[in-house]
């Protein structure tokens, strides 16, 4: 059984709508390959809208514009709605997975020229542990140093349903300004949670990984490749926003 925690990248999304039965390998199925670069497009198509949201939120001397908030929101809440059309409608993932990545840039750009205007490099930082991250459990995960077992799959699910619920809470309490204590602090329970948050995501990667691998071996047809990298995406870029989180916990107490 194929299982992931990220809700882009589910068992039924290799099963034939028609005879509920996966579907079989033929000249126009899924390959690793295929995933791999379309992955790295939609990743750089996302640095393109990002860098161009950073140039219109922050300025030279590190102050933030009214702008930044059009960008954070409009990203924000369009990348939301781009994704939920992709994961109900698989087929179109070859135009929607490139407008996610490029309005989920504007998100990432804005957020991250946030972060930047009050810790001086954390970006930086946050972009290289993002990718540091991503090539080590590939590493792992290619070597069979870590395995996606059925109990390490399960594992990680609940606990990404548990953060998911945490904030969901955090959401709605936030409406009443009501705020969840130290949790969301620079106390060492708010850096030990962010710390428990950003290995979940992590271990999302290997799920991702096994998830691709099964498709690709199952011949899922050609365009699962575009939503294959959509749902790598979706996972790197919580993670990236979690070591910001993370980051911007530590250098507060500095």
Same mark, same amino acid.
């Given at each position: 059984?194929?299982?992931?925690?990220?809700?882009?990248?589910?068992?039924?999304?290799?099963?034939?709508?028609?005879?509920?039965?996966?579907?079989?390998?033929?000249?126009?199925?899924?390959?690793?390959?295929?995933?791999?670069?379309?992955?790295?497009?939609?990743?750089?198509?996302?640095?393109?809208?990002?860098?161009?949201?950073?140039?219109?939120?922050?300025?030279?001397?590190?102050?933030?514009?009214?702008?930044?908030?059009?960008?954070?929101?409009?990203?924000?809440?369009?990348?939301?709605?781009?994704?939920?059309?992709?994961?109900?409608?698989?087929?179109?993932?070859?135009?929607?997975?490139? !407008?996610?990545? *490029?309005?989920? /840039? =504007? &998100?990432?750009?804005? $957020?991250?020229? %946030?972060? @930047?205007?009050?810790?001086? #490099? +954390?970006?930086?930082?946050?972009?290289?542990?993002?990718?540091?991250?991503?090539?080590?459990?590939?590493?792992?995960?290619?070597?069979?140093?870590?395995?996606?077992?059925?109990?390490?799959?399960?594992?990680?699910?609940?606990?990404?349903?548990?953060?998911?619920?945490?904030? !969901?809470?955090? *959401?709605?309490? /936030? =409406? &009443?300004?009501?705020? $969840?204590?130290? %949790?969301? @602090?620079?106390?060492?329970? #708010? +850096?030990?949670?962010?710390?428990?948050?950003?290995?979940?995501?992590?271990?999302?990667?290997?799920?991702?990984?096994?998830?691709?691998?099964?498709?690709?071996?199952?011949?899922?047809?050609?365009?699962?490749?575009?939503?294959?990298?959509?749902?790598?995406?979706?996972?790197?870029?919580?993670?990236?926003?979690?070591?910001?989180?993370?980051?911007?916990?530590?250098?507060?107490?500095?």
């Amino acid at each position: 059984m194929f299982r992931s925690g990220n809700p882009a990248l589910q068992e039924s999304t290799f099963l034939d709508i028609g005879t509920g039965s996966v579907v079989r390998r033929d000249a126009d199925a899924m390959t690793l390959n295929g995933t791999v670069s379309k992955t790295g497009l939609l990743l750089l198509l996302a640095l393109l809208t990002a860098a161009f949201a950073w140039s219109q939120t922050l300025t030279p001397e590190g102050e933030v514009l009214p702008a930044a908030r059009l960008y954070l929101l409009g990203g924000a809440i369009g990348g939301f709605i781009v994704a939920m059309v992709t994961i109900f409608k698989t087929q179109w993932s070859p135009v929607t997975a490139p !407008l996610y990545a *490029l309005l989920e /840039g =504007f &998100f990432l750009g804005a $957020i991250s020229a %946030i972060y @930047e205007a009050r810790f001086d #490099g +954390i970006v930086f930082q946050a972009v290289l542990l993002t990718f540091g991250t991503l090539f080590a459990l590939l590493f792992a995960y290619r070597s069979g140093v870590i395995k996606a077992t059925e109990n390490f799959k399960l594992g990680v699910v609940a606990a990404t349903g548990g953060i998911a619920l945490v904030y !969901l809470a955090t *959401l709605v309490l /936030g =409406f &009443f300004n009501i705020s $969840i204590p130290f %949790i969301h @602090e620079s106390g060492l329970i #708010g +850096i030990g949670f962010s710390l428990f948050v950003v290995v979940i995501a992590a271990l999302n990667l290997v799920l991702d990984f096994d998830f691709i691998e099964n498709g690709v071996q199952q011949g899922a047809p050609k365009y699962m490749e575009w939503y294959g990298a959509f749902g790598l995406m979706v996972t790197l870029v919580w993670l990236y926003i979690e070591f910001l989180r993370l980051l911007s916990k530590l250098q507060s107490r500095n």
